[in-house]
């Protein structure tokens, strides 16, 4: 919404990109309650080592994939048709990025790169850049690169998975790493950034990345702070680099310290932030303990990204933009600068906590997850081929005389320590009784 005289703008309700994002994570997140159950599934791709078995359906995966891009280029369109942007160019750019997605989806599925971890999203970025940096992105390509609202559609979906029951099953210990983590790397990433001459703004993007649960933190901070998109672009590009080289070498430093499984789970899911990375890091150990309490603490930091948001989105309307030479704005000015898609995020979450779970049992709510899962995973694809169209290699090291760089991964190796610091604490037994004993 925008304001005059602080009068609402009830137009912005389906002009805006915010508003759009709102209205069709959440259509997909109700259609997908058991109430409705009007969703169809994502394609099915199989675990592969022979191409055939990826496709364990057959023409059934054909007919679904066929499906899906109709579902999703019409509610994306409808958006993009009320929002005024290209209609004609959409949709032959928006096919071309969904290829582009489909087999990211299927190259991550074959079996070796599956262990290893290089999830759908490092796949989906690696193509974008190849075009981005060796052919170019021509004009018409262009017209369906938007990175912001596929990402912002994702998150809102992304609130259903976060179930008031999964904060309990989390448990003290997992809450417990995530916020002693969580607060320390974000104010000592801040910190580091400011050191380095970064912009407020700028600086808690990075800092969300890091400390939270990565890329859609940083994606998350970014809205909510007002950011610039090629900064956000920036940061996730660098994340999704250091998810890969953190898999490769966190789970062999455990083993040569000698960490206990439960403690090497812990750490590998407080430090890595893709959940996909996590998994990958923890299998790479060999221990379900690890993989236990790699998934509490990663499910504890992700409850946190929408309330970091929400905080954000406050501080830079009523702080950075008064900075920046601003009026301190009216409390329903703060209201229509706030990113709608946080309001989404929690609606999302409350559908799920309140209605499907009580109503219909956690088997229900489970269900619903997996589907819900599916279409979140395919907008974060499409969101992350855009993200490699629009970032030059050459910025991620010229960007700010490479200092942004620098400054992240100082802050992600304070993040390894401090984060090894709490795991000991909380996870050896010397103090507390961990919920998950070392195997």
Not at 349 to 365: L, Q, R, W
């Amino acid at each position: 919404m925008n304001t005059e005289n602080n009068k609402i703008d009830w137009s912005s309700l389906w002009k805006k990109e915010d508003w759009w994002a709102c209205w069709i994570g959440l259509l997909i997140v109700v259609l997908a309650t058991p109430a409705f159950n009007w969703v169809p599934k994502v394609p099915k791709i199989g675990t592969w080592n022979t191409l055939a078995e990826a496709f364990p359906k057959g023409m059934d995966t054909v007919t679904a994939t066929v499906t899906l891009f109709i579902i999703l280029s019409v509610l994306t369109l409808i958006g993009i048709a009320a929002m005024k942007r290209d209609v004609k160019r959409y949709l032959p750019s928006f096919a071309v990025i969904f290829i582009l997605s489909f087999i990211a989806i299927v190259i991550a599925k074959q079996g070796v790169i599956k262990y290893w971890g290089i999830s759908y999203v490092i796949w989906a970025l690696a193509f974008g850049l190849i075009i981005s940096n060796v052919f170019g992105v021509p004009d018409w390509l262009k017209s369906g690169v938007m990175t912001e609202y596929f990402i912002k559609i994702g998150l809102v979906i992304m609130g259903q998975r976060i179930m008031f029951s999964t904060i309990v099953k989390a448990g003290a210990v997992g809450m417990a790493q995530a916020l002693l983590v969580v607060g320390p790397v974000w104010f000592g990433t801040y910190w580091i950034c400011r050191r380095f001459g970064l912009t407020e703004r700028f600086s808690s993007i990075i800092a969300s990345g890091n400390a939270i649960c990565g890329v859609s933190a940083a994606i998350a901070a970014g809205g909510a702070v007002q950011g610039d998109p090629k900064e956000v672009s920036y940061m996730v590009a660098w994340l999704m680099i250091c998810a890969v080289v953190l898999i490769i070498i966190l789970p062999p430093i455990a083993k040569w310290m000698n960490l206990p499984t439960n403690m090497a789970g812990a750490w590998i899911g407080g430090v890595i932030d893709n959940t996909g990375s996590v998994v990958a890091a923890g299998e790479i150990i060999g221990s379900e303990q690890a993989l236990k309490a790699a998934a509490i603490v990663k499910m504890a930091q992700n409850v946190l990204i929408g309330f970091a948001a929400f905080f954000l989105a406050l501080w830079a309307s009523l702080s950075l933009s008064v900075k920046e030479g601003a009026e301190k704005p009216s409390f329903m000015e703060v209201w229509f600068r706030f990113p709608k898609f946080i309001v989404g995020f929690f609606v999302a979450s409350i559908i799920i906590s309140f209605f499907v779970e009580p109503t219909y049992g956690s088997k229900a709510a489970k269900s619903m997850h997996g589907v819900c899962k599916g279409y979140r995973e395919w907008f974060f694809t499409l969101a992350f081929v855009c993200i490699g169209l629009e970032t030059r290699f050459k910025e991620l090291l010229t960007v700010g005389g490479g200092k942004p760089a620098i400054a992240y991964w100082l802050a992600q190796l304070a993040n390894a320590f401090w984060t090894l610091l709490i795991v000991w604490i909380l996870w050896s037994g010397i103090f507390f009784t961990p919920p998950i004993p070392p195997g």
